[in-house]
């Protein structure tokens, strides 16, 4: 059984930052590719960043590039979400993922239907 938990919301101010963590078990350690998504209420869930585990390559999207960082613990299965400069769209609830897929380009693992195993999310809320 493969686990994904994040955790680290919280409820902050415009201009704050968080760190989101999310921890791995079972076989999440094998996976190739994790990301970061989030999702608002009445919204598709959205691409935030990724991290291709054997080249070291992070991908973002334009609305969070230069504000946050993808990193990870290959070792602890863990995978961190660095986010500053909060903004209030930042608002929704983040999960993490992770594929096994082997093929990697940077076309590819930014749409949710590319990763295989999903945390059950964490609450970010920005206020003004």
């Known amino acids: 059984q493969v686990q994904l938990v994040e955790s680290g919301g919280g409820l902050v101010q415009a201009g704050a930052s968080l760190r989101l963590s999310c921890a791995g078990s079972?076989?999440?350690?094998?996976?190739?590719?994790m990301g970061w998504f989030r999702q608002s209420p009445g919204k598709e869930r959205e691409f935030v960043a990724h991290?291709?585990?054997?080249?070291?390559?992070?991908y973002y999207a334009d609305s969070v590039k230069g504000r946050f960082t993808i990193s990870g613990d290959y070792a602890k299965n863990t995978v961190y979400l660095e986010m500053n400069s909060l903004k209030p769209e930042d608002t929704a609830v983040y999960y993490c993922?992770?594929?096994?897929?082997?093929?990697?380009?940077?076309?590819?693992?930014?749409?949710?239907?590319?990763?295989?195993?999903w945390g059950q999310g964490t609450q970010v809320t920005v206020s003004s």
């Open positions: 993922a992770a594929s096994t897929g082997l093929l990697y380009s940077p076309g590819t693992y930014y749409s949710p239907r590319e990763y295989d195993y």
């Open positions: 079972g076989r999440s350690f094998s996976s190739q590719t």
């Open positions: 991290i291709r585990w054997n080249i070291g390559r992070t």
